[in-house]
Structure formats: C-alpha cells, structure tokens
C-alpha cells in the first residue's frame, strides 16, 4: 500500500510540475540577419525583400505576445561587422527585472518604433563602414557567431535570474548560407544551448541550405525551415503563415514531454531530412568529407602539412600518410592473428 501512496503522490507531483511548466511564458530570441547581400541575392531569385520579412516578423510578434502576458522577446543583429541588440523586452532589462511587467500589446508600438529607429541608423553606420575601409562589405558574411553569443548570455541570464521563470527559446531568420569560417564559435554556442535544453528554430530565406543552422535545430529539436522562394516571395503573406504555423508554439506545444527531450509531437512539423553533419576544417574553414582529427584537442584539419597543432601547439608524429600507417597496422595485426592460429 505504501508503494502505491507514493506513486500516487508522484504522479501528482509530476502533474503540478508539468502544469506549472505549461503556464510559464516564453522569451523568444530572435537572431536577424540583416546581410545586404544576401537578401539582395535571395530577392533577385523571387524571394522577399528584408521589408517584407521585418513586416512578417513584427505581426509574427504580435502573434506571439498574444499567447501570454508575460511572453518576452528580444531581438539581436548580426550583420558584417558584427552584432547587436536591436530591442529587448523591459521585463529582461536588468534595471527594470524586478518592477512589473509591460504587457505584449503595449509593447509591440514599442518594438515598432525602436526597430525602425535602430535599423535606419544602422544601415547608415554600416555604409560609412564599408566606405571607409573602401572595400565591399557586401561580399563579407554575417558574424552569426556573435549573435548566437549574445543570445548564449541572454539564455544564461534568464535561467539563472531567480525572478525570470520563463522558457527562452531562439529563433534565426537569415538569407545566408554559407558560414564556415564561424563553424568553432557557432557550433560552441549551439552545444551551451543544448546544455542549457534550448530550442533553436532556423528560418532560411534561400535557394540553399545552411548545413550549420540544419545542425543547430536537429541538436536542440528545433526546427529548420527553408521554404520555395518563388512560393514566398510571390504573395505578401506567405513568409508570415509559414512562421505561424511553424514558429509559434514553445516546446510545451511542440512535444508530449519536453523536459526528456522526446520527439514525440504533438504538432506535425517539418522534420528534418538530410541533415549535413560535416565538419569544417579548423585552418581553412572548408567543410570536410575525410579528414585529420588531433588526438589531443580534436581540432580537425582538411591536410595534415604541419608537426605542431594550429589549435593546442602539441607535437604531431606523422612521418606517413594516414592510410599507409592504418594499412601496415591492419597487416601487423593479421599477421599476429595467423601467428597465434598456427600456435
Ligand atoms: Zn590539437
């Protein structure tokens, strides 16, 4: 009887937990590309312009506020030069953490004015970058990593702040796709959140994928989603169903039980399909299919053309090709084989 007692009692427990879970509000990071380039490039093969995603993003928002007073959002972005916090919520603000919180549809005017405030001056700071170092920033990529940092701090902030019981989660709307340069620092970023049991949700607006971001939503059991371009950009309000309908339920919507990771759903969401886990090298940044792994600090290297590690300077002895060594070992190996049948 005892036994049973206490599985009743757990089971409730379990019940209160998962229902208090189910109450907490969300604080979505949304990390914003805003790489000229590539917005440029993606609206030339009939897709959005990065108006028309904003637009989608802003009433995105609202959508988002309306599902709980106390939802959150901050917004961070990453351009060539590097990132920013473009608008955060006042409930997050340290100053303001402890005072009451504004509620979502007050807030929206706000984030409307301050986005297009921050965003002009923005682009504005960025050109007279560009100019200055006379060279075409438009061929440079984003430095996704330091927006991903920034929404590492932020995470770290929120789970660890005693007052903020809320579930952030990270959202990526991009028009890039290659990234591989930043492949240590990203995926660096994408293992904190996984630690810190983070969703992240990609939004790729392109003719290609980005293997970096597939591998960040398949890590955390997000979502990555890179929808036809024609098919977008061809009606007004194409981007911003797919973000609804995709985008907008919290980890509590999306699974049986999110706190064991589960992929059982409950929404019938995109899922993953061939999912490009290569790595980059670390000297060159090239995605690779075979290569060479440091036995000390696992860096991995397309070539092996030096005796010292880039990364940790330990001595590497290699006097041979990879394969010729793997070879007369697999044949020392036979050979002692047939000599220990034969005794
Ligand atoms: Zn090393």
Request: hydrophobic share 40%.
């Amino acid at each position: 009887m005892s036994t049973k007692e206490e599985e009743e009692e757990r089971e409730e427990k379990g019940k209160q937990q998962s229902s208090e879970l189910d109450d907490l509000p969300s604080s979505l990071i949304v990390i914003l590309d805003l790489n000229q380039a590539s917005w440029t490039e993606s609206t030339a093969k009939g897709g959005p312009t990065v108006i028309e995603a904003l637009e989608s993003l802003l009433t995105f928002l609202r959508a988002f506020f309306m599902l709980h007073g106390g939802n959150t959002v901050t917004i961070i972005a990453a351009h060539p030069y590097g990132s920013e916090f473009l608008y955060q919520s006042p409930a997050l603000q340290r100053s303001k953490a402890h005072g009451h919180q504004q509620s979502g549809a007050l807030e929206m005017d706000e984030i409307d004015h301050r986005l297009h405030e921050k965003i002009v001056s923005l682009s504005k700071s960025l050109k007279s970058k560009s100019s200055q170092e006379n060279s075409d920033s438009s061929m440079k990529c984003s430095l996704l990593s330091s927006a991903f940092a920034l929404a590492a701090c932020t995470v770290n902030r929120i789970s660890s702040h005693k007052l903020l019981r809320m579930l952030p989660r990270v959202l990526v709307l991009t028009a890039s796709t290659e990234l591989p340069s930043q492949y240590i620092p990203i995926m660096n970023c994408i293992f904190s959140m996984q630690k810190a049991n983070v969703l992240i949700d990609a939004l790729v607006v392109s003719d290609g994928d980005c293997s970096f971001l597939q591998q960040a939503a398949d890590i955390t059991n997000g979502v990555y989603l890179r929808p036809e371009l024609s098919k977008v950009g061809s009606s007004p309000g194409a981007l911003l169903s797919w973000m609804i309908s995709v985008f907008l339920g919290d980890k509590h919507t999306r699974f049986l039980n999110a706190d064991s990771q589960s992929r059982s759903t409950l929404l019938r969401l995109p899922q993953a399909q061939d999912v490009d886990y290569r790595s980059s090298c670390f000297k060159t940044g090239q995605l690779v299919d075979v290569g060479f792994v440091c036995s000390v600090c696992l860096s991995i290297f397309a070539k092996c053309d030096f005796f010292i590690c880039p990364t940790c300077d330990s001595k590497i002895a290699l006097d041979r090709p990879a394969g010729a060594a793997v070879n007369k070992k697999r044949k020392v190996a036979a050979g002692a084989q047939k000599g220990d049948d034969t005794k």
